[in-house]
């Protein structure tokens, strides 16, 4: 099946750093990748959903500015958290779609953030 | 809006019994209907899916069957293993948008 990685597996960062998030299709083109976040014993959120070549569209609630998503090739997105605070900690799961599945997600592992 | 509601767990089972985890939705229009699991420690996986009313979905026996009238798409199983346990999210997708999931099932099946 499908491949989506997802480097770091687990961060742990300094209050006020940025932390860079790749999310990437191994064995596929992903023209559509999603941005989740999961929080300890809840469901996933989604948080934006980035086409190939376009600007991300963000969930209410999702501030643009401190979570960056560029999704510059059709196998590579990145999640930047910005200034990172201890309630940014959380997991970060990122999800594609290829061009020829349309009605189904492939999942990466996920990334652990930790920030102190 | 859209929604999915999934029954609350935990879902603690002897090996072999037969598994139930409810889900109900909330759309407008024909939504494609999920069921993804989290084994420990491993990503999310799609398990069974089903695109229109009517559709079975099925994998390793597990079985779901998109139902419109009652808007549900209840997981199920005959003989649940201890390589079952895991955590079994019911999700939907409405237009090739993202997945809205439910809040997740916790299944635990012991020998």
């Known amino acids: 099946g499908a491949v989506v990685s997802q480097h770091p597996s687990w961060v742990i960062c300094k209050s006020g750093t940025s932390v860079k998030i790749e999310c990437r299709s191994l064995?596929?083109?992903?023209?559509?990748m999603f941005w989740y976040r999961q929080f300890p014993k809840q469901s996933l959120m989604l948080m934006a959903t980035?086409?190939?070549?376009?600007?991300?569209?963000?969930e209410q609630g999702v501030e643009k500015d401190k979570f960056l998503i560029n999704h510059a090739s059709l196998t590579l997105s990145t999640l930047t958290v910005t200034s990172a605070h201890p309630e940014d900690s959380s997991f970060y799961i990122c999800?594609?779609?290829?061009?020829?599945?349309?009605?189904?997600?492939?999942f990466g592992p996920g990334t652990r953030l930790t920030v102190l | 809006g859209n929604s999915v509601t999934q029954m609350e767990g935990p879902v603690t089972l002897s090996e072999e019994a037969f598994l139930t985890i409810n889900c109900t939705y909330t759309?407008?229009?024909?939504?494609?209907l999920f069921w993804y699991v989290q084994y420990p420690g491993e990503c999310l996986q799609l398990l069974l899916k089903?695109?229109?009313?009517?559709d079975k979905g099925s994998n390793k026996g597990f079985e779901a069957t998109y139902r419109k009238e009652t808007t549900s798409f209840h997981l199920e199983k005959g003989s649940v293993q201890v390589s079952d346990s895991a955590v079994y999210f019911c999700?939907?997708?409405?237009?090739?948008?993202?997945?809205?999931f439910g809040k997740g099932t916790t299944l635990s099946v012991s020998s």
């Open positions: 759309a407008t229009g024909y939504p494609s």
């Open positions: 980035s086409n190939e070549g376009s600007k991300a569209t963000y």
């Open positions: 999800s594609a779609k290829s061009r020829w599945e349309t009605d189904t997600q492939y």
């Open positions: 064995d596929f083109q992903a023209t559509t």
């Open positions: 089903a695109t229109k009313a009517d």
């Open positions: 999700a939907l997708d409405q237009a090739g948008t993202a997945l809205i």
